[in-house]
Nanobody, 118 residues
Framework: QVQLVESGGGWVQPGGSLRLSCAAS????????MGWYRQAPGKERELVAL???????NYADSVKGRFTVSRDNAKNAVYLQMNSLKPEDTAVYYC????????????WGQGTQVTVSS
């Protein structure tokens, strides 16, 4: 089992910034993919950003240039720096852990709310 706990969500005005954190614990294999998804009311969950254990990352087109994903392998943590936030970024953001190769496990955090409005 892997447990994921997100923090850092909240309310911010358009153009502002937030930094999300996700701490993983449990049976973590060192080679994995971690990242962030989000789900707005009435919409399907969508990819925001992913990062491998070697530091390779990818982003949704809607957040490229504004968000930065990073990780600290020693702490089993992943972060999402969110800049130039827009109202359409409002969603519940979920941390994700995905095993690779012979590890088929997928785990999700409980989610943290991000609200961007005036």
């Amino acid at each position: 089992q892997v447990q994921l706990v997100e923090s850092g969500g909240g309310w911010v005005q358009p153009g502002g910034s937030l930094r999300l954190s996700c701490a993983a614990s449990g049976s973590i294999f060192s080679i994995n993919v971690m990242g962030w998804y989000r789900q707005a009311p009435g919409k399907e969950r969508e990819l925001v950003a992913l990062i491998t254990s070697t530091g390779s990352s990818n982003y949704a087109d809607s957040v490229k240039g504004r968000f930065t994903v990073s990780r600290d392998n020693a702490k089993n943590a992943v972060y999402l720096q969110m800049n130039s936030l827009k109202p359409e970024d409002t969603a519940v953001y979920y941390c994700n852990y995905r095993g690779v190769n012979l590890d088929p496990r997928v785990y999700w955090g409980q989610g943290t709310q991000v609200t961007v409005s005036s």
